[in-house]
């Protein structure tokens, strides 16, 4: 790899040699991400033992009950004030995705230049809409489980994250905004995969993430793949990558699927608003 090689050549070859090696220097998965997944994987795991993982974590727990009180968990309107509870309300995969929402938000904000700062920025509002209409549109035109939907739709653009991570390893790169974005375009579903694969998620997760940008998904709903992709569609305009960005905005979604973000809006809006922070 000689240093004459263009930037984006010799920063594709370093990541691909990091992810052979398994080398994945990930700061998106925080310390809280980790010790709630570890926590849900304990077999005899309970809403009092988990709440006391989760109060660890302030923000955290702060962000749980938000959610149990948002009107996509709490039509009734009676209020929950204390995490346990919390958990009982939004149930326990979803504390996973909201471990993953406030660690994604502590990485956008760790960007190393104004420029990163902006993609990242793009990406995580993004990630946050495409996640809540996910979660909304299993709920009303699936049997897919709206927390794994969830889920999938927070991660679905993480290879924007990682490789936004690296380019501070490339300061020429960063100075070559086209360069960065082509990169961006063209490699952050694959190398999301690749990443993602490092944490045994499940082959949904994975597809979704890796397909996500093709624009291709088939009614009914039956897969996270085609969910993921047709939530991403629907929030089309605040894609970071401007080619997909003015691709999707000639596309028509189907009545149906016009019908439910409508009448789910409140809870897309106040789900985001939560996941946001």
Do not use: C
């Not at 691909?16 to 998106?28: C, E, G, I, Q």
Request: glycine share 4%.
């Amino acid at each position: 790899m000689t240093s004459d090689a263009p930037a984006a050549f010799r920063f594709l070859q370093a990541i691909a040699a990091d992810l052979a090696k398994r080398k994945v220097a990930f700061p998106t998965f925080s310390r809280a991400t980790i010790k709630i997944r570890q926590a849900l994987e304990l077999p005899d795991i309970g809403a009092d033992r988990l709440a006391q993982t989760v109060a660890i974590e302030p923000l955290l727990a702060a962000r749980l009950v938000q959610m149990a009180n948002s009107a996509a968990l709490n039509p009734g309107g009676r209020p929950i004030g204390d995490v346990r509870n919390a958990i009982l309300r939004v149930g326990m995969a979803s504390v996973r995705s909201v471990a993953l929402a406030v660690a994604m938000e502590q990485l956008r904000a760790d960007a190393s230049s104004p420029m990163l700062q902006r993609i990242a920025e793009l990406a995580w509002r993004h990630s946050v809409e495409v996640a809540a209409v996910a979660y909304v549109l299993a709920k009303r035109l699936s049997r897919i489980n709206p927390d794994e939907a969830l889920f999938a739709g927070l991660v679905h653009d993480i290879g924007h994250f990682y490789l936004l991570s690296q380019a501070r390893r490339f300061p020429e790169l960063e100075q070559s905004p086209e360069e960065l974005e082509h990169v961006l375009a063209e490699w952050h579903p694959s190398i999301g995969r690749a990443v993602l694969h490092e944490f045994q998620l499940s082959e949904g997760v994975l597809e979704a993430v890796a397909e996500h940008e093709n624009g291709h998904y088939r009614l009914p709903l039956r897969t996270l793949p085609d969910l993921v992709t047709l939530a991403n569609l629907a929030r089309a305009a605040s894609n970071p990558v401007v080619a997909y960005r003015t691709s999707a905005a000639s596309v028509a979604l189907e009545p149906e699927i016009v019908t439910a973000l409508t009448e789910g809006k409140p809870e897309i809006d106040g789900l985001a608003s939560v996941l946001r922070g």
